[in-house]
């Protein structure tokens, strides 16, 4: 069965970004699963990334050339084979505060 799913799109300009936002997403969403699409990032940080979200490199349909902006349009493309029953996208320049999942966090963080 589908689930909801948390996207983001990463350039290697937004990689730190993008781990600050994953590392939140973890404590404030920890169920629901963070896909991160490859907008153009090294082959360090995407193995980086490989290890600790679901990472989906560029598809051969999106040119290696795209600005993230057009690759966003390009969501479609990325997600080709991925189930889901609904999407939130969160620009990877994001962090999350708190929960988003209906709970709460604990004031320690370490629940």
Known sequence: MAEPIL?????????????????????????????????????????????????????ADVPASAHPILAKTLLASYLRGTPWSSLVWIDCDMMAAGALEGGSISARGND
């Open 7 to 59: 996207v983001t799109g990463c350039d290697s300009n937004y990689f730190l970004m993008t781990a600050v936002l994953m590392h939140s997403l973890k404590r404030c969403a920890p169920r629901l699963p963070l896909r991160v699409l490859d907008f153009g990032v090294d082959e360090r940080q995407g193995r980086f990334l490989d290890r600790h979200c679901k990472f989906i490199r560029r598809p």
